[in-house]
């Protein structure tokens, strides 16, 4: 456990207390909510970004070939095509078969 101590002036702190939002299940809550209030707001910039980038959407059968190299790639075994390129330097046709 942390311990924090803070400053606010009397009148807010007197109203906390008596609303028991300087308890500490109170506050872990407020901080909480505050925390999750912040990564949707990231989350949505970040939505927001890729809603920009012009780029033709991928096929079914190339989604499931970037989930194929990805865990193929994390499960240490040969992986070919784009995510050799990526994960092993520029190489093409059967040369592009690395092991990571």
Excluded: C, Y
Aim: proline letters at 3%; hydrophobic letters at 45%.
């Amino acid at each position: 456990m942390t311990t924090i101590q803070i400053t606010l002036p009397d009148q807010l702190a007197q109203e906390a207390q008596r609303a028991g939002l300087l308890s500490q299940a109170a506050i872990e809550k407020l901080l909480r909510a505050q925390l999750q209030a912040q990564r949707m707001d990231e989350f949505f910039v970040v939505m927001d970004r890729m809603a920009q980038v012009e780029s033709p959407a991928m096929s079914p059968e190339e989604v499931a070939e970037e989930i194929r190299a990805m865990r193929a790639a994390k499960a240490g075994l040969l992986v070919t095509g784009d995510w050799a390129t990526a994960l092993g330097g520029r190489v093409s046709g059967r040369q592009d078969r690395r092991r990571f």
